[in-house]
């Protein structure tokens, strides 16, 4: 009997520490890198009225930005717990991003007289424009399932500068003719006016981010999350972000 107490002992106490020592793995606070890929983000017309300068009151107007997104940076937390970071993110604006207006101005005959109207204005191609930041974010969980998935929401904020021009065309009734114009002036100027506010383009950009996030533990230190939400300038439907943190066992 004493034999017995004695095996269960030892086997209760070598538990005991694999446990413990599983817990701590699992709850150590360690130095890791991340990288995310957002195959597909938009901004919302809500959100473009305010922040790309077109005139509203124009026969016809066009707003249409989307694109991805790549980051990687470090990150510091933990396997079954939350985490924060600083990541390089990059913009890249899609091809079917543009910005287009069309005014009607009238026609008169020698005599003063209306005679018709003809279209004026541009329509600018954003391809190639990028949007390129730093940006802080943490993850922070509120419900984990069988220690390997976690819930939870993403948030953080930064800033970034935009880069690139729009190409695209002028027309009047003298005809159209292809242009050039920066996307980080001044829209009554003759540019750009993208991510603007009162016409005026933000230098920097501030960028933000608020997103549900649910993450899997698939390997010691290492985390797939999944995400989707407000990604200022614009939202995402879903991103894919991977979390390796070192010194896992």
Request: a positive charge; charged letters at 20%.
């Amino acid at each position: 009997m004493e034999g017995i107490v004695r095996k269960f002992a030892v086997i209760f106490i070598v538990a005991f520490v694999v446990s413990t020592g599983s817990a701590r793995a699992h709850d150590a606070t360690r130095w890791g890198i991340s990288g995310s890929f957002v195959p597909a983000w938009s901004i919302a017309k809500q959100l473009s009225n305010l922040l790309v300068a077109v005139d509203r009151d124009a026969p016809s107007s066009a707003v249409e930005i989307r694109g991805s997104e790549f980051r990687l940076g470090f990150v510091r937390g933990q396997e079954l717990g939350g985490d924060w970071g600083v990541s390089l993110v990059r913009k890249q604006f899609g091809r079917n991003s543009r910005v287009a207006q069309t005014d009607l101005f009238p026609l008169f005959d020698s005599r003063g007289r209306m005679v018709g109207e003809t279209p004026y204005g541009f329509s600018d191609g954003l391809d190639g424009v990028t949007l390129t930041g730093v940006e802080y974010h943490r993850f922070k969980p509120f419900a984990t399932i069988k220690q390997r998935v976690q819930i939870g929401v993403t948030y953080g904020g930064g800033v970034g500068q935009l880069a690139g021009r729009a190409r695209g065309v002028e027309f009047d009734e003298q005809g159209t003719k292809p242009v050039e114009r920066p996307v980080n002036g001044l829209f009554d100027q003759g540019d750009v006016g993208l991510l603007s506010v009162a016409d005026y383009t933000l230098k920097p950009v501030p960028l933000a981010k608020l997103e549900l996030s649910l993450a899997g533990l698939i390997a010691p230190g290492l985390k797939v999350r999944a995400s989707g939400g407000f990604n200022f300038p614009g939202y995402e439907v879903g991103n894919i972000s991977v979390v390796y943190l070192f010194g896992s066992r």
